[in-house]
């Protein structure tokens, strides 16, 4: 059994695009893909794509043949659904399916058309992630959602919203070095600060905007990128994946993920890691509270600790663990079925000094994914490592 | 590598339940399943989940921990879809990590909630299975849809609609022996021919009705089963997947479903059997040209000559080659993403002798099922084997 590799990686630029269909951009991140890997499409043997709000957005359900015909792909297709963290659990099915000798390529992607359907549309489309009957119906939006959690935490361990906006200003700031990214604009912590309350404590700052996009990775088993000498050299050692009662009121507290939790400990065994081994971060900060608690459920930090982690540096591109490079959902954009794999995207390119702009992201072998859904009642982890 | 085996299989009444929610149901199929396996519910290790129109017919999406929760499952829980084949998807993806080793127990189950939104919401909801901007913008209805593939069919290989009527009749018959169908009713050809035309050539009686419904079903390695001496004769010996093009006027011809033939053909060689080797059959007839579309993919019938095989009588339940034992979407009912998972549990019941009506349907080694997306843009096809 030995780990897969991303033979290829290709992204759209993320932002509002309510013209272009998904799958428009499906097709651009794809070829794009396809060309950086040097596999001939004939050998795809099947698509594994996510997508969350296509039957609302774009009335398309089925989309899974669909995008395979949109890059010449003649081979099985499934979409998968967990919410936000879609096209991470394509991404671990299809990790397994080449570890296992049942495939050698697979091609994973996710594609997201929001903006289309405009700001009210897209939020209600986006609350179908949380329980409808006994959490959306009651009024809950997501932004209410980790409202709740982030005053939980601020209860329990401490923090401010001062602490949450210098992680919005350091993931702007990561945007600035990323073409692909929706939001290229420093700001600062009094902008953060003195934005729109969206649900105290988040103000408009602390959320990830409404994004199209897509994003597409071609996965290779390890011989056949040996055999066909490709340019290969990231591999995906670990993979996990947790999950929780979906509605919020049914979890034993708010101020930590246990589905993270579990994703994080099986992808760190399955792949032979520590936490302290883990030099580069992509996780899902959908709300910047979210980041918080994502690094904690990676074991990057202790319990209450990573409230403080961008404002005292440790995880921006300059600091000892750089988290979310790409500038995050917060700024690079959620383009909801492609997160996942964009967030593989940014890993391959970091740990293999191929990054469009390699001198102003940090170098590393270990790099670890973090895929959420709803208010992380699904969670994929993956385990990037450069093999070369 | 082991074939997995069926442990347990759940299936709720069918029929038209408008007050019933998708994870209502999924709870007594999922019990029920659970139950009849002896497996304790803290060694489930994943659910695989099918659900199609979740987003449109209920507003919500992320069912995969939804679902888990209400079986008291508590492990990572991902919806798969492909249409009408995600019941489908979801098998065979267990199925490739049970023999892989990664797993040792699954449950694969699907729900469907449909009669809510009325024949007009349904119907709409079920035109997101095929291409949005190219066939449903321009009129395009399912019925429409398979209605163009029968026509093609009778110029293409001869046939009429009392061809069709037969399998009508014969399905319907079927669904006498079902306790779990919907259409529980004895029609005539007569009945069918001069029933409403719905799409020329199809009438009332050529179409699936719509349904609400679930269907779970718990999978094991042999290992497992063996170790904790489970009543689990029945292996899935084999899976296969096609893919073709979304929208019906991409194809190189109606009368042929080449997705479906390529499962078929990957399934046998991975079981090993040939045509020739099936006793059973459940195949996708959402529209009684499809049961003839099916059964000529699988190789079961040579082109042009599965039209008459309920009308000479080889399909029904005391001919050679029995299909649809269960009614069939056509009498069963379609809730879509169970459809696969109580195909499933239909061929575990009639394998291994336990099906409810024991001495009313045939016996047999080798079965096979056919879950179909679309117009046949997304099939699985799985072989089951009594192993006992």
Redesign the interface.
């Known amino acids: 059994m030995t780990d897969p590799r991303v033979a290829g990686a290709g992204v759209t630029k993320f932002g509002s695009h309510p013209e272009r269909?998904s799958r428009d951009m499906f097709a651009e991140a794809g070829l794009e893909a396809l060309d950086q890997s040097g596999v001939p499409v004939d050998d795809i043997e099947?698509?594994y794509y996510g997508n969350?709000?296509?039957?609302?957005a774009?009335?398309?359900?089925?989309q899974?043949?669909?995008m395979?015909?949109m890059i010449g792909v003649?081979?099985?297709?499934?979409?998968?659904?967990?919410?936000c963290a879609s096209a991470g659990?394509a991404i671990r099915?299809a990790v397994?399916?080449i570890?296992?000798?049942?495939s050698d390529v697979i091609v994973v992607g996710g594609a997201e058309r929001m903006t289309n359907i405009g700001t009210a549309g897209a939020t209600d489309?986006l609350s179908?992630?949380?329980?409808?009957?006994y959490e959306?119906r009651a009024g809950m939006t997501f932004p209410g959602a980790y409202a709740l959690m982030a005053r939980a935490y601020f209860e329990e361990y401490g923090g401010t919203r001062e602490d949450l906006a210098h992680i919005a200003v350091k993931n702007h700031e990561h945007a600035l070095v990323n073409d692909h990214a929706q939001l290229q604009k420093e700001i600062s912590v009094e902008d953060a600060l003195n934005a729109p309350m969206v649900a105290d404590p988040l103000g408009l700052y602390d959320a990830c905007p409404i994004t199209d996009g897509a994003a597409v990775a071609v996965l290779t088993s390890e011989a056949y990128a040996d055999e066909h000498g490709l340019d290969a050299d990231i591999g995906i050692s670990g993979t996990g994946?947790?999950?929780?009662?979906?509605a919020l009121q049914?979890r034993a507290h708010y101020t930590q993920t246990p589905?993270a939790d579990k994703?994080a400990s099986e992808a760190y065994a399955d792949a032979g890691v520590d936490a302290a081994d883990v030099d580069v971060a992509e996780v899902h900060d959908c709300f910047t509270i979210a980041e918080v608690l994502a690094l904690e459920s990676l074991s990057l930090f202790e319990r209450g600790d990573a409230i403080t982690a961008a404002r005292d540096g440790t995880t921006t591109r300059h600091g000892d663990l750089p988290v979310n490079l790409s500038g995050g959902l917060k700024a690079k954009g959620h383009p909801v079925g492609a997160t996942g794999v964009a967030q593989l995207a940014t890993l391959t390119w970091v740990l293999d000094g191929s990054h469009p702009r390699a001198n102003a992201v940090p170098d590393g072998t270990v790099g670890v994914a973090h895929n959420a859904?709803?208010t992380v009642?699904?969670t994929t982890v993956h385990v990037l490592e450069d093999k070369a």
Chains 1, 2 share one sequence.
Do not use: C, V, W
């Open positions: 269909t099947a698509l969350f709000m296509g039957e609302l774009e009335h398309q359900g089925h899974g043949p669909l395979a015909e003649d081979a099985p297709a499934t979409r998968y659904e967990a919410a659990a099915e397994k399916a570890r296992s000798g049942e489309a179908i992630a949380a329980d409808d009957l959306i994946q947790g999950g929780d009662n979906l049914d589905a994703a859904g709803g009642a699904s």
